[in-house]
């Protein structure tokens, strides 16, 4: 079974930075893409901030103050947040597309997911 692990996440006051981490037990490759989705209770699962192999893509509502990254030979995803905002508050899931075909936005387009860390933003 394929285990997504996150970590980072926590209660934090605007403005604050965290860095969310996901390790996955699989090797991860070049083609593969790794994203990171939130979900704040009665809401859909939305996407964060997806990478592959040549880009990165954000949500509007972060641009500029996120950033994500990531290490093949560590099969980990990273996730950057930069001066957060009480409206962010939601449950964060990491996810794995090891058959990426573009739509980065997309829930289906991710095999394997995390089973989310919390990120809780004061005002």
Known sequence: QVQLVESGGGLVQAGDSLRLSCT?????????????FRQAPGKKRDLVA???????YYADSVKGRFTI???NAKRTVYLQMYSLKPEITSV??????????????YTDEYAYWGQGTPVTVSS
């Open 92 to 105: 964060f899931f990491c996810a794995v597309a090891p058959r990426y075909t573009g739509r980065y936005y």
């Open 50 to 56: 997806a990478i592959n192999w040549s880009d990165t």
């Open 24 to 36: 996955a037990s699989i090797s991860i490759y070049n083609n593969y893409a790794m994203g990171w």
């Open 69 to 71: 990254s990531r290490d």
